[in-house]
């Protein structure tokens, strides 16, 4: 079980951008690490997530405009989110899962999954 903390949400202008943070409470890589949203009336949606070789994969809506990193010696993962649309309206959620095994497979984000509280995005056209 690992907390996980996030901030940095806000209220922009179309074309704006926003740095998101998520503190993480244990060693972050020993997870594999994911951000998420959830905008009214849609499913969740994986934005960003970590591979098993250590990549990140985004969400195609999202490909060229948002980049996810983390700083180890920090435990914190980031998104930086830039030229903002009205569409990226959600909250976002991080979320971490135990790497599996040997070579650190990634597993899917499901039942063994940590999720923080969330943190708004808004943003306005």
């Known amino acids: 079980l690992v907390q996980l903390v996030e901030s940095g949400g806000g209220t922009v202008q179309s074309g704006g951008s926003l740095r998101l943070s998520c503190v993480v409470s244990?060693?972050?890589?020993?997870?594999?690490m994911g951000w998420f949203r959830r905008a009214p009336g849609k499913e969740r949606e994986g934005v960003a997530q970590?591979?098993?070789?250590?990549?990140?994969t985004y969400v195609d809506i999202v490909k060229g405009r948002f980049t996810m990193s983390q700083d180890n010696a920090k435990n914190t993962l980031f998104l930086q989110m830039n030229n903002l649309t009205p569409e990226d309206t959600a909250p976002y959620y991080c979320?971490?899962?135990?790497?599996?095994?040997?070579?650190?497979?990634?597993?899917?984000?499901?039942?063994?999954?940590?999720w923080g509280q969330g943190t708004q995005v808004n943003v306005l056209s």
């Open positions: 979320a971490a899962v135990p790497k599996v095994g040997r070579y650190g497979v990634c597993p899917a984000f499901g039942a063994n999954a940590d």
């Open positions: 244990g060693y972050i890589d020993r997870y594999c």
């Open positions: 970590t591979e098993d070789d250590g990549s990140t």
